[in-house]
T-cell receptor, first 112, second 115 residues
Framework: DAKTTQPPSMDCAEGRAANLPCNHSTISGNEYVYWYRQIHSQGPQYIIHGLKNNETNEMASLIITEDRKSSTLILPHATLRDTAVYYCIVRVDNNQGGKLIFGQGTELSVKP | TAGITQAPTSQILAAGRSMTLRCTQDMRHNAMYWYRQDLGLGLRLIHYSNTAGTTGKGEVPDGYSVSRANTDDFPLTLASAVPSQTSVYFC??????????????FGPGTRLTVL
């Protein structure tokens, strides 16, 4: 699976949009981009995933560049409860077990 | 539904002793996983099971064993614990065959200290 690069930390003001970038320049055609987050002392939580089209759900939006070498997770109105470590993961959906490779992630701090 | 439960919540274990970490899911997911999380190293996959009766090795399988006798349970056994196995252990499950997605659901974790 391709490697991802994320900034180690970011700050965001409460109520503003949080834009978390991820580089995955070696991504291959059949690899999906997944985002998870981990709130302190809890298990990771799935947020969203996509292949090449932009995706939106109740939690976030995922914007993938046309060349698929990078993506951005957008939390449209960040709250204090969104403070967490956010992981960007690329993997193949090959109908096999999901061996997620978690990197270091981005530690997002939402401030009042 | 409970989702995924893990037991115990935390444990202090003497080196050389054995221990089984329990994981149960009630979502009828076909795949289950064990990860460990260490400060500065993120989450690393220990073992996984794509379906009942099958298991596979992840990134860091040494010192651990698993079994998958049925769909719901996926216990992780440390046969002879060592201090380097001090970590937080997370169990997870997913059902890619049904949902065509690797959305993994994680348990609350077990904090293990080996002295």
């Amino acid at each position: 699976d391709a490697k991802t690069t994320q900034p180690p930390s970011m700050d965001c003001a409460e109520g503003r949009a949080a834009n978390l970038p991820c580089n995955h320049s070696t991504i291959s055609g059949n690899e999906y981009v997944y985002w998870y987050r981990q709130i302190h002392s809890q298990g990771p939580q799935y947020i969203i995933h996509g292949l090449k089209n932009n995706e939106t759900n109740e939690m976030a939006s995922l914007i993938i560049t046309e060349d698929r070498k990078s993506s951005t997770l957008i939390l449209p109105h960040a709250t204090l409860r969104d403070t967490a470590v956010y992981y960007c993961i690329v993997r193949v959906d090959n109908n096999q077990g999901g061996k997620l490779i978690f990197g270091q992630g981005t530690e997002l701090s939402v401030k009042p | 539904t409970a989702g995924i439960t893990q037991a115990p919540t935390s444990q202090i274990l003497a080196a050389g002793r054995s221990m089984t970490l329990r994981c149960t899911q009630d979502m009828r997911h076909n795949a289950m996983y064990w990860y460990r999380q260490d400060l500065g190293l993120g989450l690393r996959l220990i073992h996984y099971s794509n379906t009942a009766g099958t298991t596979g090795k992840g990134e860091v399988p040494d010192g651990y064993s698993v079994s998958r006798a049925n769909t719901d349970d996926f216990p992780l056994t440390l046969a002879s614990a060592v201090p380097s196995q001090t970590s937080v252990y997370f169990c997870a499950s997913s059902d890619f065959a049904t949902y065509h997605s690797d959305e993994q659901f994680f348990g609350p974790g077990t904090r293990l200290t080996v002295l």
